[in-house]
């Protein structure tokens, strides 16, 4: 146990660095290109970015999720899964490929075939690059993908910014985000080190596909449900407000990503390794939750609070129509790791009919919520949103608990204090942001500071629990470093 929880910490931290740094990294780039390009070159590239996630969403297939899950997985499971992703990846590039004319002509943007059968080239990448990445992801090692992540990110953007300042105009944004995918496949290859061998198994196929063929839909259908938006806002809307939409959509997922795509990453094989011992499972589920809930309330709603400021100072007024839309979408992007932790129990019991089941049923209510985006508009749409988001962590709450003993009036108790604490920090912030006449800047960095000040306070003076966890793990991450540097 003394080891899993080491394990456990060393890869938060690493999985928090590497997410962290590159998010970091990709913000920075994206500032500088938003500055450089248009919100129309942006709404070109959202207007595409379902095709491609929804193809990827096949090509994987979910058997890293059930290669994670298996703890005795051997060369051949490896080896079956490669060939697999690799003849997805040619399938669908070569269907977007043929289908890149009709794509232009439901946009009525001719632009579209070419940019589609160029950027397309990032399944084949990708398909490249899944058992390297999952191979560390099951061996828990987020330190080299750090490293991997973060110079590839760096190069690319370099490179993008480059061109976006030669007046390559959208090109940039589809060589930068192309040469980001080939840098890391590249360096997950020479860094990682394991070479599939001529070996198809059946067997292996039709076991991993049994259990990843229902997290395939779910996943498609989930998919689907985050980028269906783009497609409805880029057909009946404009260019330009699809562009702003986007950058919203950027700037609220990058810290909710940032800390749903970090612990995902950890807690799954971690989780999965105590699937048999259910007091355990549930001791430390308990303890991630109320962390991370207090992390992302605080960061989601502090971020709805300087939402402003932040846009001003970061890429500029012109942007300025983007800032109703970031606030309310840092509400819905607020409940994401509640979502994806629940659902994690599913996958570990083996359950993934019923998570299957629970995505069918939670998505057929995105229905009304487009309806509402096409006819009332896009504000609209988004609190449609906010409220599929709530209902949803209903869902599958009610289901996780009782696989681990966890009701919702338990784990609503956990993470309320939490929640309380964010809203008044959120509040306080955003009402000093509206009365204090300084410039965006000043705004920012008060909002910044404030926000973090309460959020600590707060937190010490009523002894939040998940305060105290991340306290204790900060403490050992750094005793553990001073053991290091002394041996």
């Known amino acids: 146990m003394a080891s899993l929880k080491h394990k456990t910490i060393s890869g938060l931290f690493w999985s928090f660095s590497e997410t962290g740094i590159n998010q970091l990294v990709h913000l920075v780039i994206g500032i500088i290109l938003a500055r450089l390009l248009s919100p129309d070159e942006f709404g070109l590239i959202g207007m595409i970015i379902i ?21 005795d997985c051997k060369q051949k499971d490896y080896t079956t899964v490669f060939y697999f992703n690799l003849l997805a990846g040619i399938l669908f590039y070569l269907i977007l490929f043929f289908l890149s004319p009709s794509i232009s002509q439901f946009f009525n943007e001719p632009i579209l075939r070419d940019l589609v059968r160029v950027l397309g080239l ?13 191979i560390l992801i099951k061996n828990i090692n987020f330190k080299l993908q750090a490293k991997i992540t973060l110079s590839s990110s760096v190069l690319s953007g370099i490179i993008g910014i480059t061109l976006a300042y030669n007046g390559f105009g959208i090109w940039s944004l589809v060589v930068q985000r192309i040469l980001n995918q080939l840098f890391i496949a ?39 449900y985050q980028n269906i938006y783009y497609l409805i ?12 939409y986007t950058r919203a959509d950027h700037f609220s997922r990058i810290p909710s990503q940032n800390i749903n795509g970090s612990v995902q990453r950890v807690i799954y094989p971690v989780l999965s390794q105590l699937q048999n011992e259910p007091s355990k499972l549930k001791a430390v589920y308990k303890k991630i939750i109320k962390s991370i809930m207090l992390i992302n ?37 607020m409940m994401y790791p509640l979502h994806s932790l629940n659902l994690n129990i599913l996958k570990i019991k083996g359950r993934s009919d019923l998570f299957l089941r629970l995505e069918i049923i939670k998505k057929g209510l995105a229905i009304p919520v487009i309806l509402i985006g096409i006819f009332i508009g896009i504000k609209a749409m988004i609190m449609g949103m906010i ?3 709530f209902f949803a962590y209903f869902i599958n709450s009610y289901y996780s608990s009782k696989l681990i003993d966890y009701s919702i009036s338990e784990q609503i108790k956990d993470i309320l204090p939490c929640f309380v604490i964010s809203i008044c920090m959120a509040i306080i912030v955003f009402f000093t942001q509206v009365t204090i006449p300084l ?10 500071v404030l926000g973090f000040g309460i959020v600590i306070s707060l937190s010490r003076i009523f002894a939040i629990d998940g305060y105290k966890e991340l306290k204790n793990v900060v403490m050992e991450l750094i005793w553990r470093k001073k053991v290091t540097a002394q041996t």
């Open 51 to 71: 095709f491609i996630a929804v193809s990827q969403s096949f090509i994987d297939s979910g058997f890293s999720q059930a290669l994670i899950r298996k703890t």
């Open 122 to 134: 990032i399944l084949i990448i990708n398909s490249f690059a899944i058992i390297q990445r999952t």
């Open 186 to 224: 590249t360096l997950l290859w020479i860094f990682n080190r394991w070479l599939p061998t001529l070996e198809f198994s059946k067997q292996s196929f039709k076991e991993m596909f049994s259990f990843g063929s229902k997290l395939l839909a779910s996943g498609l259908i989930n998919t689907i």
């Open 233 to 244: 806002i880029g057909k009946f809307f404009s260019a330009t407000d699809l562009g702003y």
């Open 297 to 333: 309330f605080s960061v989601m709603l502090g971020t709805a609070a300087i939402a402003r400021p932040m846009v001003l100072t970061l890429i500029g007024e012109k942007w300025l129509p983007s800032v109703p839309y970031l606030q309310l979408l840092c509400i819905v992007s």
């Open 387 to 389: 409220f599929n988001s």
């Open 439 to 448: 410039s965006p800047l000043l705004k920012l960095i008060i909002g910044l």
